[in-house]
């Protein structure tokens, strides 16, 4: 596989780039289609490699159609290598709950057997704690109308899956269109918007649930000035370079100036000469939807909050190795938290971020 070989040669030279003393570790998922179960982990800060292929089968390195028949007893999963002082095993877990359907027995979503079936694979008795905590959390708050199915289970194996499925969500324009049309004809993100909308997950932040909810329209008024309501609750536009945070340098985080909820970080922010601010990537992928956009003539990517609903901005195909993403993001729709500030307002979970950023 010239992922996997590719891999493979990156971490034989991880020593020479002085990362010698560093532990990365892995995770295992299981979460139906392995297409869709890579795009949320590959975008979290702190991974560092995502893998599709199969796990906890019967026979040994099984190709696609052997696990597809259902007879191997192996399932789709993905396998996450990250380093854990960058993001911890629970950010991994959330991502992974709040991208599956658990309570499905049968199947997720489209896909029906038992190949496609939910598992969290775990490798050490730490993993295996948080991974049963995370359910009890999950059971004790509601999140889900049915009982959790998924099982928690002990990693016995992993192989990789054919090359062509490897990051098979942005391959080749072919690949990125078929992808774009299963995952939205299998139900799986409707399933996402309509059974997480004004929760999130915070199993590091003393297993509360922290709600971020969109004031209603006299209160929006209020609260924001006459650009922010524009550009949040009118898909408005507001100047480039003429705007507060699109030369922003300091720390921190950026919230919806509506609901509140954290969506990019200053280490994630890059300089791309449009003037407006713009980021790799999200700071929390569950709290970023994205929709087509057809207005002004052109075909583009709007991007949304999940809980405010306020529109941000853009997301363009033209940025920086290695995602080749450019989040281009209307200051008006962002409150900056400055790093400093961040255990004040109750941010307190990302200031390792930056710590870690330091040492490096």
Known sequence: MKKVIMIAFILSLVPTYGFANKELKKATFAGGCFWCMEPPFEKIHGVKYVISGFSGGLIKDPKYKQVASGNTRHIEAVQVTYDPEVVSYEKLLKTFWSNVDPTDDGGQFVDRGYQYTTAVFFHDNKQKQLAKKSIKYIEDNKIFDKRIVTPIRKYSNFYPAEDYHQDFYKRTLITKTKYKYYRAASGRDNFIENNWKGKTLDFENKDTMKKFVKPNKEELKKMLSKLQYRVTQKKGTERPFENE??????????????????????????KSGTGWPSFTKPLMRENIIEKEDRSLFSKRTEVRSKNGDSHLGHVFNDGPAPMHLRYCINSASLRFVEKKDLKKEGYEQFISLFDVNKKR
């Open 245 to 270: 945070y699109w030369d922003n340098k300091k720390e921190g985080i950026y919230v919806d100036v509506v609901s509140g909820e954290p969506l990019f970080s200053s280490l994630d922010k890059y």
